[in-house]
């Protein structure tokens, strides 16, 4: 079964709306999480790694206040596209390492669906 | 930085055997990793492999590896329509958590 949830699966919003993504580990405690946009036909762009009860480490190119994160327990992070327009519209997904040794891989959620009209 | 390469499209028939090519800039990659995509779902973990090994094999999947060329592949046996996805290699450094993608490669099969 998953190990990663993520919620909401689709969102269809004005522009100008914020949005909250959550993202939960299940039945694991997650020392990092991870999120990341993907376009259609594309590869994933990683976007930001969050580690809980610290701030979140922004990727090149990416506004610090347009995508908000919080990771506030070891099982839970949220995103949240703050007034969102139609560019922002696109295939969101988050992924959380195991708080373990050695090779960890990650574990990704279903992914979230933006479209801003 | 990192780059991580694949083709974009590979068509195989039913039944046959399909092969998945990734190459990677960065030697120090320690860990390298094979997901699938299927359309409007996140990824699914397939198979991994650590730096120090060649050859890794689960039920139908295989992945091999060539650290000299730095090339990374995975084979499919007896591809099936539920093969049907993206494929994404990716790679990660003992020292760091977040992993690199390569572009994927989109796996059709056709009768």
């Known amino acids: 079964g998953a190990v990663v949830s993520q919620h909401p699966s689709w969102v269809i919003c004005k522009s100008g709306t914020s949005v909250k993504i959550e993202c939960r580990s299940l039945?694991?405690?997650?020392?990092?999480m991870f999120w990341y946009r993907q376009f259609p036909k594309q590869s994933l762009m990683l976007m930001a790694t969050?580690?809980?009860?610290?701030?979140?480490?922004?990727e090149q190119g990416v506004e610090k206040d347009k995508f908000l994160i919080n990771h506030a327990s070891l099982t839970l992070s949220t995103l949240t596209v703050t007034s969102a327009h139609p560019e922002d519209s696109s295939f969101y997904i988050c992924?959380?390492?195991?708080?373990?040794?050695?090779?960890?891989?990650?574990?990704f959620g279903d992914g979230t669906r933006l479209s801003i009209l | 930085g990192e780059d991580v390469e694949q083709s974009l499209f590979l068509s195989v028939r039913e039944g046959d055997s399909s092969v998945i090519n990734c190459t990677y800039t960065d030697s120090s990659s320690t860990y390298l990793y094979w997901y699938k995509q299927e359309p409007g779902a996140g990824l699914q973990l397939l198979t991994y492999i650590f730096s120090n090994m060649d050859m890794k094999q689960d039920q139908r999947l295989t992945v091999l590896l060539n650290k000299k060329d730095k090339h990374l592949s995975l084979r499919i046996a007896d591809t099936q329509t539920g093969d049907s996805a993206i494929y994404f290699c990716?790679?990660?450094?003992?020292?760091?958590?977040?992993?690199?993608f390569g572009s994927g490669t989109r796996l059709s099969i056709r009768p």
């Open positions: 992924s959380a390492i195991y708080r373990g040794p050695g090779n960890q891989p990650q574990h």
């Open positions: 039945d694991f405690q997650a020392t990092t």
């Open positions: 969050s580690n809980e009860g610290s701030k979140a480490t922004y």
């Open positions: 990716a790679l990660r450094e003992s020292s760091a958590s977040k992993i690199i």
